[in-house]
């Protein structure tokens, strides 16, 4: 068998594994927009419903319920939680693409350009609004901590990001802080919280938000990486929208580092020049990979998949190996998605 | 002693009798901002700091403390949940600022203003998230349940607001629905939140609420008053604002109502002509007081406030006398307040 028929094999068999809790988690959401949104005017219940359904993976909410059953929690109780860790994501995705002026949105427009500003604004209050009701109500003070001590970690991760914008000197290092606020935190407070509310030992607790936080990070780079080299019809958003807006992610950052002086130069030179940066996103990559700018950064990505897979060595007892075989995929499935 | 004379004495009294709960709720503030932004990024702490400490009145907390007084809570433990109430409050301001684009708040630049509008998105969004997570550890899932659906209606005020933009037949029910959402329920639920926290019965609780909500509509109409009255000097807002933004508030409802044909004509091409907008204040303002307008705004400001001291009455306890004198004397300065 090939490599890629390997995957799409691997990835069917995941999609039919965690297909009974992705349904879960649509129709517990729309059964709870339903009741928060009883009486509301038309247009806030519009941009909700099409902010919420369009076609999102669920990565969040399925970890938490895959954390929370890996450590021993029974019933469906645990959704009502778990569909705020969405209601956020999709709170976030509300006001960052007002913050970029971002349009599009998995390849349809995003809510701002469908309803306005003003609209994506208010309807990620809602949501904000929302999850944090239901992380209360369902996690305890404990549990609302985690949870906003990563919202807050999420803008400040947007702060760093404002101040490092156009610096084309950007480390390794404040890369990754940036990636840790804005995405990797979340994933391990939403990791750890399931294995909270599933009264996990403070080890298995651990274990789950350093799972979390592998993934997130991994994530990021896989998103950074597609961003290069993603198939637009797949993955929804244009070729080269971050060398556009001058974002240093992992692979430019790798690349400049690695670079002689007068391919450096260059680099600089496509990425600081606005109409060499429009017509300049091939050769770019070009130099990016002659440099090994995105296999240096598959590279980490992998290690760090290879670190959230170990981790999860600690859950021996065979009555959860099917949800450690689904977390050990879902890690795997971050690395090879192409969208 | 002329009636002027004596608001002032009354306003005197009344400061000097809450001072001692504003500044401790300016001290609690500055300490648990620094530690829930110990680390953060420069700019978000200068930005959450010139939102925050901008001589606001703190009504919020300040209601809040005196609730769960009046309800027999003692100690100070209640001051970092009040906090809470002033921090979405604030939240609210930074994006209202930003969708209204508003420059000027509190005669000062506005933070959108001063930061730009991604500053003021997310710095909403983080004192929003610290806001719930207060809430969250201070007054339990039921605290938090009443909390989110004031913030929820809030929301869903503002889309009714702008459903209801440049609605030039818009009905006193659908004001009176807008203020409600918008400022009236977050004030209701201030004072029940201080209520349940203190363990007070549900029927007090109950009153608390509808002190809130009468309070809080009574302050929507008096601002609404100041529009077009007040001393742009004190008030910090130009006079007529909400006139030249077409914003229909109870004064020019009621005048709409009464005027005759010929009349109610000329305030409506006042108001839908740009060029006769602006140098037609002065002129609606006079045929807005023809139709008592301002004095039936006034009335139906002061009926509320007469329902908010009456339903005080509950309270007989001599020793909680004193809270119940602050409550009254704060329902007395919302009428007579002049910014």
């Known amino acids: 068998m090939c490599a890629k028929a390997k995957t799409d094999s691997a990835k069917d068999q995941l999609m039919t594994a965690i297909a009974p809790q992705v349904a879960r988690i649509e129709d517990v959401m729309r059964q709870d927009l339903e009741e928060a949104l009883a009486g509301a005017d038309p247009l806030l219940v519009e941009i909700i419903e099409y902010g919420i359904f369009n076609g999102g993976k669920r990565l969040r909410p399925l970890l938490l319920v895959l954390a929370a059953k890996l450590c021993g929690l029974t019933g469906d109780g645990i959704y009502k939680l778990a569909i705020a860790f969405e209601y956020l994501h999709a709170a976030t995705l509300f006001h960052d693409d007002v913050i970029d002026r971002a349009d599009i949105r998995r390849g349809k427009p995003s809510v701002n350009k469908k ?53 084309h000197n950007l480390s390794v290092a404040d890369y990754y802080s940036v990636v840790k606020g804005k995405t990797a935190l979340f994933l391990a407070a939403t990791c750890e919280i399931g294995a909270l509310v599933a009264e996990a030992s403070p080890g298995e607790q651990r274990v789950l938000a350093e799972y979390g936080l592998s993934l997130g990070t991994a994530f990021q780079i896989v998103d950074d990486l597609l961003d290069y080299q993603g198939d637009a019809g797949q993955t929804g958003k244009a070729v080269g929208n ?13 690349a400049l580092q690695s670079a002689d002086t007068s391919d450096k130069k260059r680099l600089l030179f496509l990425l600081q020049d606005e109409q060499a940066r429009q ?61």
């Open 115 to 167: 309803f306005g500003e003003i609209a994506a604004i208010l309807g990620g209050d809602f949501l904000h609004s929302r999850s944090m009701f239901l992380v209360g109500s369902h996690a305890g003070a404990k549990g609302l901590d985690i949870f906003c001590r990563a919202t807050n970690a999420m803008v400040d991760g947007e702060f760093l990001q404002l101040r490092n914008a156009r610096n």
């Open 242 to 254: 971050d060398f556009q807006e001058e974002k240093m992610t992992l692979p430019l950052i790798l």
């Open 279 to 339: 017509n300049g996103i091939e050769e770019a990559s070009s130099l990016i990979a002659k440099y090994h700018g995105f296999a240096s950064s598959r590279g980490q990505a992998e290690q760090l998949i290879a670190e959230a897979v170990s981790a999860l060595s600690i859950f021996t007892d065979t009555s959860v190996a099917h949800f450690v075989d689904i977390l050990r995929a879902l890690a795997g499935y971050v690395l090879s998605r192409n969208k």
